[in-house]
């Protein structure tokens, strides 16, 4: 497969065109940003932790019969992926109160939730992602009824199966962010990527965090924790 020119050179990743108008590969970068993109930093090896994790969780998801954008991983930081036209939705899950959830509505951080949070914000950094509901989609156009239906029976499910995959690495799934987008054919398949960038992971025992909250907040050990959590998806 022939890289092509590059398409789009976002915050953590770079997107190039190949031979093939269904297919780009994704590049992933060290860069790392926070508040939309005003805390700027560098997290040496992170792109390589987000490029194989992403790729190990997404072939996962495809043997459970959620469809997803891999196609082939070409190197420790670039994967051929299913070119789609993103939906322009960041869609989060949660099941433990942490971040923006816990601030906005005072219920404090590691409070379990008495059911699962969906929650959709419209991606646009301009904007700040501002967070929007069902019929603000609709209203606006972003998605169908039909694709909020589907995205949303894919996220739950989605959420069911990383909570066990991590419960047998030592980690609880606190939240995330997934992005889907649309092939060719109008088909709905998971895309861009899940990583310490895009998950809240605690250690289930220590409640350690190991993901980008490190960066985000200055706690130290930001490498550390995106080693540690390789090791654990990749060794148990
Ligand atoms: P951002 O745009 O938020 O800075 P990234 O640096 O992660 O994010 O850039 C990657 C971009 O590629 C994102 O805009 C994402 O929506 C997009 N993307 C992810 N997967 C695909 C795909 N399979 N096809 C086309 N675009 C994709
Ligand atoms: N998230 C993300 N990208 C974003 C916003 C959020 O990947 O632009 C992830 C974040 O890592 C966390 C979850 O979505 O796992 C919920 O984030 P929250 O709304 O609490 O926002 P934050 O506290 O990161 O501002």
Known sequence: MKKAEQLYEGKAKKVFATDDPNL?????KDDATAFNGLKKGTIEGKGIVNNKMSNYLM????????????????SDRETLVKKVHIVPLEVIIRNVAAGSFSKRLGIEEGTPLKCKVLEFSYKDDELGDPMVNDYHILAAGYATKQEVETITDYAFRIDDLLIDF??????????????????????IILADEISPDTCRFWDAKTHEKLDKDRFRRDMGNVEGAYAE????????
Do not use: W
């Open 24 to 28: 780009c590969i994704v590049s992933y």
């Open 59 to 74: 072939q996962m998801l495809e043997r459970s019969g959620i469809p997803t954008h891999f196609a082939q991983e070409l």
């Open 229 to 236: 959590m390789m090791k654990r998806v990749f060794q148990g």
């Open 166 to 187: 991590f419960k047998n690495i030592g980690v609880d799934l606190i939240d995330f962010k997934l992005e889907f987008g649309k092939t060719a054919d109008g088909t």
